[in-house]
């Protein structure tokens, strides 16, 4: 019992760890001020940009807004990094903890499935954008 709740805690650590990195490689990826223009528009791109450009217009009238200063070169490196850790082998480990999830875990459906979706999240994003 101490294991399977020891593994059950674990499962749940590397989905919201999971859960945390692909929404920042999302957000820094896509919809941040210097991937805007390098990334084909979706209704939901042009939503946020529009957004965005709203607010960081209220902002400057007050203050120099933050996100205009994140430059180009971060971005750069970011997709680089994600192109040397986010490998297949990164991956294969997570599918190997989602496996590992689905056969020791009572609640293995639900926290597999979830688990799943956002490794091929994550995965579409560092082969797409990198």
């Given amino acids: 019992s101490d294991k399977q ?3 059950q805690l ?3 650590t590397v989905e919201a760890l999971s859960f945390l990195l692909w929404r920042h490689l999302e957000h ?10 390098a990334v084909p528009d979706t209704p939901y791109q042009a939503t946020v940009r529009r957004l965005n450009e709203t607010r960081d ?3 400057d009238m007050r203050m120099n807004s933050p996100r205009s200063n994140f430059p180009q070169f ?17 991956f294969d480990k997570l599918t190997d903890i989602l496996e590992l999830v689905e056969t020791r875990t009572s609640s293995g459906t639900s926290s597999a499935g979830f688990l799943q979706a956002i490794i091929r999240r994550t995965k579409r994003l560092a082969q797409l954008h990198t």
């Fill in 74 to 90: 971060d971005l750069d490196k970011l997709k680089e990094d994600v192109k040397m850790t986010l490998n297949d082998g990164f």
């Fill in 57 to 59: 217009k209220e902002m």
């Fill in 5 to 7: 709740l020891e593994v």
């Fill in 10 to 12: 674990s499962a749940e």
């Fill in 28 to 37: 820094y990826l896509l919809y941040s001020s210097p991937a805007v223009p």
